[in-house]
Structure formats: structure tokens, C-alpha cells
């Protein structure tokens, strides 16, 4: 079973500088991202996910949550402790919270 977190308990721990993972396409993630979300599109995880720290929980995600599920139980199977955001960026953009843009 995959953990999830609520974009309001999100907005409370990443001051605290947790991971936030985000796996949606670079089009999507510059067009509107949570500030400070790390990009590596779902399709890049199974070669990228050896730059993820390990010892810690993984903040996964996308446009709405599916594909940060599906990146959550591919992490979770690798021995990495993730918590999924429930509705993703829109979610987090439709509470008002503040987003990026652009490239970095």
C-alpha cells in the first residue's frame, strides 16, 4: 500500500527540505511546477532513480497523482520509503499555493 500526502501537508514539511520528485514530461514541469520539485520524467525513473537520495522519504509528483503512484510503487519496490501527493500539481495550483515556470 502506498502512502499519500494532502498538497496542505506538503506545503507544511518542504521547508524542511524534503525530496520532491516530480515525474511528469519537461513540457509539463516548465509550464507549471511546485517550487523546488526535481524533475525525472516517469519513462527516465527505472536509469535515473540511483540519483534520488536514499535514507529518507520520497515526495512523488505529477499532474493529478497517477503517475507519481505508479513511480511511488516502482521506488517502493527498490527499498525507498515515498509518499504519493494527492492531485499533484493541479491540486497544489488550484489551492492557490505558488508554482514556477520555465526551465532552470
Known sequence: ?????SVEELDGVL???VVLIDVRM???YEEQR????VLIP???LPERFVEIPTGGVIHLI???GARSMKACEFLSAKGYETLNVIGGTTAWAESGR???S???
Open 26 to 28: 519537461p513540457d509539463e
Open 102 to 104: 520555465g526551465s532552470l
Open 15 to 17: 521547508a524542511e527540505g
Open 1 to 5: 500500500m502506498i502512502s499519500e500526502i
Open 34 to 37: 511546485v517550487p523546488g520539485a
Open 42 to 44: 516517469l519513462p527516465e
Open 62 to 64: 505529477c499532474r493529478s
Open 98 to 100: 505558488p508554482t514556477e
